[in-house]
């Protein structure tokens, strides 16, 4: 398969499936906690690759780029800010490498910007602005066929991210929210206060294809769910979901996700009845995960499809 339509259009005809973690992987790999993993598309590549590599083989459809934190303010903190296009036309490279002769859809990530803008804090909008603009028009000139402006929590940033692919000429752009659940555990809002649909309009409004969730705390398949139904209340755009593998908790200086494939597995069939468009999973998760969704998928739309004969055949 090689990525022919757009992906707002191809996900309307069949839920795709995503991919699992970056990060932890990239730490299972030898990446240090506080160092620059974005930075691996230049320095090992090979690294990368394989961790996208066992993606694709346990199913995935859409790769998320290694550059999650490659915009130049982020990569700044490693004195890499020269080197942001490099590292963010690297990451649509390996990706798509990652797919070989398969294909798939290769979604350029764009996250947080990592700190404060004016007046509460160091940086300007047009400081983040610039830093998204390179960041996008890199993605996009290394072929990406979307880009996911992920794990945001505020409509500001959001919006600059999305102004950023647009102007990047992004044939697909995908919004993507970070909500913790509140305290008394009743619903769910980012830690700016935004709800999911304060937030699908916003993206609607500013021309994204794609509504999203991604991380978040307490987060999980079953709110994740909760999410999906709430962002179909509001609009009638496409919904990307990705889960955390359960809460991360710190066991001897390590944080270790919780959710084994065999559970999280359990809220796909709920997730694809609810109508998300893209499944895939985030911190914590593996390639493991992403096997388990695949089986999950194949096994529901078999399913459906012999139900749909039976239908015919009595009508
Ligand atoms: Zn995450």
């Not at 402006?149 to 992004?170: D, F, N, P, W, Y």
């Not at 997730?271 to 998300?276: V, Y």
Request: net charge negative.
């Amino acid at each position: 398969m090689t990525a022919s339509a757009l992906l707002q259009d191809a996900i309307r005809e069949r839920t795709l499936l995503g991919d699992g973690a970056m990060g932890t992987q990239l730490m299972l790999a030898g990446l240090e906690q506080g160092n620059c993993g974005e930075e691996w598309n230049l320095t090992h590549p090979e690294r990368v690759l394989a961790i996208q590599r066992r993606y694709v083989e346990a199913g995935s459809e859409c790769l998320i780029t290694n550059t999650f934190g490659g915009s130049r303010i982020m990569l700044n903190r490693h004195g890499h800010a020269g080197l942001a296009v490099a590292i963010n036309k690297a990451g649509v490279a390996i990706a798509r490498k990652a797919f070989g002769a398969k294909g798939g859809y290769v979604l350029g990530d764009i996250g947080p910007f990592g700190g404060l803008m004016a007046p509460f804090g160091e940086f300007t909008e047009e400081q983040v602005r610039e830093a998204f603009d390179e960041q996008a028009a890199a993605l996009v000139e290394g072929g990406a066929d979307a880009i996911i402006v992920e794990t945001q929590t505020s409509l500001e940033e959001l919006g600059i991210g999305i102004e950023a692919a647009k102007r990047a000429g992004a044939p697909c752009i995908i919004g993507s929210m970070a909500y913790d659940v509140t305290l008394d555990g009743s619903t769910f809002r980012t830690m700016m206060g935004v709800d999911p649909e304060r937030a699908a309009e916003f993206m609607e409004e500013r021309g994204a294809h794609i509504v999203a969730l991604n991380c978040g705390t307490g987060m999980e398949m079953e709110r994740a769910l909760e999410a999906v139904k709430r962002y179909k209340a509001v609009t009638s755009l496409p919904v990307m979901v990705q889960p955390n593998a359960g809460k991360p908790r710190l066991v001897n200086m390590k944080i270790v996700y919780d959710e084994s494939p065999e559970v999280m597995v359990r809220g796909v069939a709920p997730l694809l009845e609810a109508g998300a468009n893209i499944i895939g999973a985030c911190c914590g998760s593996t390639p493991d995960h992403i096997r388990a969704f695949r089986a999950a998928m194949d096994e529901y739309f078999e399913s459906r499809r012999i139900a749909n004969q039976g239908a015919a055949r009595e009508g």
